[in-house]
């Protein structure tokens, strides 16, 4: 299986934890890759069986706060994603509201099949990746089985 792990960053903190899911999923034997949104050429997209993609959280801590600017046009210019496993993430300081809710949906529009997601927080967060790797790993490979 080939995972493809797609961010959009601006200081750093969320391409730190794409690597880190990369680095867990390699560790497990999985091919993984990262590449950012809005720049990733399609056929990496097209060659990857499962995405998982990441944004920051942008907003005023209680109003418009959402997924970062420019990853609803970065996921619109992928190539279809109909029949790709998908799971979401976000980084943020305070609370991502419905962050993630709305990048599913934004993914679902273009097909792909998205199940689970996980919010980090800060630096300490990067413990929870073992984790979420774990719950990632089960829902695709059910996603799959009822394929
Ligand atoms: C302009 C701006 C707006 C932000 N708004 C929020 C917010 O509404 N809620 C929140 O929890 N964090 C907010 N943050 C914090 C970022 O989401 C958080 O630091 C994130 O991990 C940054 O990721 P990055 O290092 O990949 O850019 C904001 C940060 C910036 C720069």
Do not use: H
Not at 6 to 15: D, N, P, V
Request: hydrophobic share 50%.
């Amino acid at each position: 299986m080939r995972v493809l792990i797609l961010y959009e960053t601006r200081r750093g903190f969320t391409l730190t934890v794409a690597r880190a899911i990369r680095d867990e999923l390699q560790r497990r034997g999985i091919l993984a890759t990262t590449a950012p949104l809005r720049s990733v050429d399609d056929g990496t997209v097209v060659a990857a069986d499962a995405l998982i993609v990441g944004t920051w959280v942008k907003g005023a801590i209680v109003a418009g706060v959402g997924p970062a600017l420019g990853v609803q046009e970065g996921i619109a210019r992928l190539p279809s994603l109909e029949g790709k496993r998908a799971a979401v993430f976000c980084t943020c300081d305070v609370a991502p509201r419905n962050t993630l809710d709305v990048l599913a949906v934004w993914l679902r529009r273009r097909g792909a099949e998205v199940t689970v997601g996980e919010t980090f927080k800060r630096r300490k967060s990067l413990r929870q990746v073992p984790r979420f790797v774990d719950v990632v790993l089960e829902a695709f490979a059910r996603a799959q089985a009822n394929a």
